[in-house]
């Protein structure tokens, strides 16, 4: 059973708008999360991470927002550009766990158009 | 440099041959980590390692064995009881919580 979804599997923006690509879990012991980005036939780069006493975190152009109540998380990209189309992965991490895993989400397809 | 190495990029095999695909970091990280990619389901999880001679199995651990001799090496061994081997395999590495990917090996059974 998925404890991380990425409801959207695609996102189309154009070049200079925002991006927003959302995030859901399940598990409320999970207090750490993070945004990778992967293009095709390459390895996930880490992107940004937040840690549930905060709701925000601001990194460039790369913003996450946490809504704890809802279990909810966004990462917004400002303003998007074309080298941001790629894969985008939410990860859960729980640091009171024994496990040391990462929880991930199947990723939504970002394409930023001309 | 620091980082980890996958090794070969691209691996074909025939169907009901074992094959190990090999994962390297030089970053002094404690725990390793293997994922699959197919299309549509994300990063699943196949086995991970906190330490030295000890791992435990994740997600989709069947038809898939691994070992851990030495911190820096994690070979995964996909086995011919793996009943839908092609895909793409990721190493991973941590110290902490952010995880340090590898290029990653398309394996493809023929």
């Known amino acids: 059973d998925q404890q991380v979804k990425q409801n959207s599997p695609s996102l189309s923006v154009q070049e200079g708008r925002i991006s927003i690509l959302n995030c859901d879990y399940t598990n409320s012991m999970f207090d750490y999360f993070l945004w990778y980005k992967k293009y095709p036939a390459e390895g996930p780069t880490f992107l940004i991470s937040?840690?549930?006493?905060?709701d925000k975190n601001e990194d460039g152009r790369f913003t996450v927002f946490l809504n704890k109540s809802a279990k909810h998380l966004s990462l917004h990209i400002v303003p998007s550009q074309p080298g941001d189309s790629a894969v985008y992965f939410c990860a859960a991490w729980d640091r009171g766990s024994t496990l040391g895993r990462l929880y991930f989400g199947r990723g939504t397809q970002l394409t930023v158009w001309p | 440099d620091g980082g980890i190495t996958q090794s070969p990029k691209y691996l074909f095999r025939k169907e009901g041959q074992n094959v190990t695909l090999s994962c390297e970091q030089n970053?002094?990280?404690?725990?390793m980590y293997w994922y699959r990619q197919d299309p549509g389901q994300g990063l699943r999880l196949i086995y991970y390692s906190q330490i030295v001679n000890d791992f435990q199995k994740g997600d989709i651990a069947e038809g898939y064995s691994v070992s851990r001799e030495k911190k820096e090496s994690f070979p995964l061994t996909v086995t011919s009881a793996q009943k839908n081997p092609t895909a793409f395999y990721l190493c991973?590495?941590?110290?902490?919580?952010?995880?340090?990917f590898g290029p990653g090996t398309r394996l493809t059974v023929l």
């Open positions: 937040i840690s549930s006493i905060k």
């Open positions: 970053l002094n990280h404690d725990a």
């Open positions: 991973a590495s941590s110290r902490g919580v952010e995880q340090f």
